[in-house]
């Protein structure tokens, strides 16, 4: 196993075709054509993820909780416009306080067509735990590694081909503050966003519990039933055994039932009215 | 046929008892279990362990419990050291740019055209000066303080300084994440307060809320850093008065956390009651601040944005000063009726009319306290030689004059201390106390914190002076 952070070529190179196809626009654009979502822990360098795709000079600090509103910004990367959205940093999805429950409520309801999670490469076991969370309720995601000039100096080797088979996403390596892998990242995303990607990400396992995993298809069955075309069914049925207040208004609000009707294929603006983004 | 969604929540309601209430440990377990797995199989370690790891070191001394509360005293004072020392000199210069230059050359310019006087009274001596006087008064110690705080923050020194508080936090009843969200009160305390989101129980959101006042926020370091440096480093030897300014800064900060402490116990006995919840909080790893960028970002982000904020609220503060003062009624100004209307209550507290109606002017910013104050003194006190009239900011050709006018208006280092605590321990600025109310949409809770801090802040003040005068210092 080497050290493998700059698998693709070009990266932290500030002339090479794909930085050039980038163009900063700021928050000054007025239509999209994708939305991108930034989620990950507190303090894995989001916000400095954010500034490097967007431009914009967003203070970052060194420490968890900075980031607890979202912070919306756009930029352009082949020919295409994204919106990108950066979510408060979380240690779970659970929804237990109000930034968790941002996070989540976009991710499941904005239904971005790109979920980013940015992982701290030195912490990687406690990232991930958010990383599986985000990829039970959406396919389409990006794992960015960041912090990789960190690992290095902590001389930790991470396998990302490895970690990419494992989660069935894209992993890009990247060291977000020194501007390496954002290039990388850029063609990741654009890959997903356009269906070029298609991730078929990790989903947790059977919970080693026959009874449970018994009720739970039961129970994924009738979600389905109910909300015919919903992508993530199991993950409603567990939050709904789980005894998750919020998943119980969203059904009973219908808000749940809008993302099955197809709510993926409606146009930006919309998708971003229903989660409160201003567009 | 019934409905869908609510056949849908009763299958899981009758599910859900077949599972068992295990159910959410199960899952977490089983995606603690997962993100373990993957992470070893893609993790390799080094075969040894470092034999002196540098961050491990670090956070020994920084959050020591014989060391931790020390080196933070020390090194808030140091930064603050510099501040001072470093801001004298570019305030004086730009104050005599901007006020003793511009402002003479600017009336000379309006009365050549034939401007009538009241319109360059309101434009060039109210609006024009009290945003020239926000500059002059602001810039450098900000230009000078921000990166610094700055520079501390990308370090990853903050989560220490939220370590060595979460003990003292839960036993005063609140909640541990509460020191994040009242350092960065230390910033601008509408963020603060918004920071408060980071908190799970609204019980102790609450009390991290009604407290984030007590954080020192950037518009009111410039008005202690000046009145410790005018009052407090004066009354030593000059070698020593940097260093004693510094100190009493610190000291009210230190003072705000005291009473951050003591009024979160308060509530969680009282309006709050409950029990502290546990958290974990990561220490981030020490990451060397990118030097110029954190200028560039602390530079654009902070001081500038900070600043625009204080001219944007000092214009029209300026304007309403300079009419009240203009606008007479039985043959005194508005400002001087309502000045000694207030002086009677003003005194009672150390303070005076001048002070109080300066907090009633500047609610929309604490940033523009001084220059109001200033401008109030002068028309009050009815100083000649300085100013052209009636609530026109007057020139001053060094930073004693500030004393001197302040002298004239009557101050004494009471007046000074009780100034420097009353700024600590006063009502929210209006944006903060907007924003109270869109976090908790609770009018209640809002008027809790707008009245709970000043009711407290005329307590102190009032203590403060009578014993002082009791005792015959004052």
Known sequence: MTMTTNTLPGSACATCPMNRHLARLGVSMDSWDYVVALAGNPNTGKSTVFNALTGLRQHTGNWPGKTVARAEGGFEYGEKRYKIVDLPGTYSLLATSADEEIARDFILFGQPDVTVIVVDATRLERNLNLALQVLEITDKAVLALNLMDEARRHRLVVDERRLARDLGVPVVPMSARRGEGVGELLQMVHGVATGEIRPRPHRLASTRDAALDRVLSQLVARVEAAFPGLPNARWVALRLLDDDASIESAIRDGSLGDLSRGLQTAPVAERLALTGVAS | ?474
């Not at chain 2, 068992?20 to 390799?44: C, F, I, K, S, W």
């Not at chain 2, 510099?82 to 511009?102: E, F, H, M, R, Y």
């Not at chain 2, 129980?201 to 950037?218: D, G, K, Q």
Request: with cysteine.
């Open chain 2, 1 to 474: 046929m019934s409905d869908p969604a609510a056949d849908l929540l009763q299958t899981a309601r009758a599910l859900r008892a077949e599972v068992g209430a295990g159910l959410h440990d199960q899952l977490a377990e089983a995606l603690y279990t997962d993100a373990a797995h993957l992470a070893d199989r893609a993790v390799t370690r080094p075969d040894e362990r470092p034999r002196f790891d540098l961050d491990r070191a670090i956070d020994r001394l920084v959050t020591s419990r014989t060391w931790g509360f020390p080196i933070m005293i020390l090194l808030l004072t140091v930064v603050f050291w510099i501040t001072i020392q470093g801001a004298n000199v570019p305030s004086s210069l730009l104050a005599t740019l901007l006020l003793d230059k511009v402002h003479p050359a600017l009336k000379d310019g309006a009365s050549a055209l034939g401007v009538p006087w009241w319109l360059s009274g309101v434009l060039l001596d109210g609006a024009y000066l009290a945003g020239a006087w926000v500059v002059s008064v602001m810039l450098p110690p900000m230009a000078i303080f921000f990166p610094l705080f700055t520079l501390l923050e990308d370090f990853g020194y903050l989560p220490r300084v939220a370590f060595n508080l979460d003990r003292l936090f839960s036993r005063a009843g609140a909640h541990g994440k509460q020191a994040l969200s009242m350092t960065m009160g230390f910033g601008c305390n509408a963020a603060g307060v918004v920071a408060t989101r980071v908190i799970d129980s609204p019980r102790e959101r609450l009390i991290a809320i009604l407290t984030n006042n007590f954080a020192v926020c950037n518009g009111r370091w410039p008005t202690l850093i000046m009145v410790s440096t005018i009052f407090i480093g004066s009354a030593v030897p000059a070698a020593l008065a940097g260093l004693v300014s510094a100190a009493a800064v610190v000291s009210v900060a230190v003072l705000g956390v005291l009473l951050t402490f003591a009024v979160s116990w308060f509530l969680s006995r009282t309006m709050l009651k409950g029990q502290a919840s546990v958290f974990s909080l990561e220490l981030p790893p020490y990451r060397p601040p990118r030097i110029w960028q954190t200028l560039y970002t602390s530079v654009i982000d902070r001081t500038l944005i900070v600043l625009w904020r204080a001219v944007t609220m000092a214009v029209p503060a300026g304007v309403v000063i300079w009419t009240i003062s203009n606008v007479h009624v039985g043959g005194e100004s508005v400002a001087e009726h309502l000045v000694s209307l207030l002086d009677g209550f003003g005194w009672l507290l150390g303070l005076n009319g001048v002070i109080l109606l300066a907090y009633i002017v500047a609610i929309p910013a604490n940033e523009i306290i001084i220059p109001t104050i200033l401008m109030l003194t002068v028309l009050t006190a009815r100083l000649s030689g300085v100013g052209q009239g009636a609530g026109v900011m007057f020139e001053l050709e060094s930073g004693n004059a500030i004393r001197d006018i302040l002298h004239a208006g009557g101050w004494t280092t009471l007046t000074a201390i009780n100034l420097m605590l009353f700024s600590l321990i006063h009502n929210p600025c209006s944006t903060t106390i907007l924003t109270i109310y869109h976090e908790t949409r609770s009018l209640k809770w809002t008027a809790v914190a707008t009245a709970l801090p000043l009711l407290l802040g005329f307590a102190v003040t009032f203590t403060l002076a009578t014993a002082a005068r009791l005792l015959g210092w004052a």
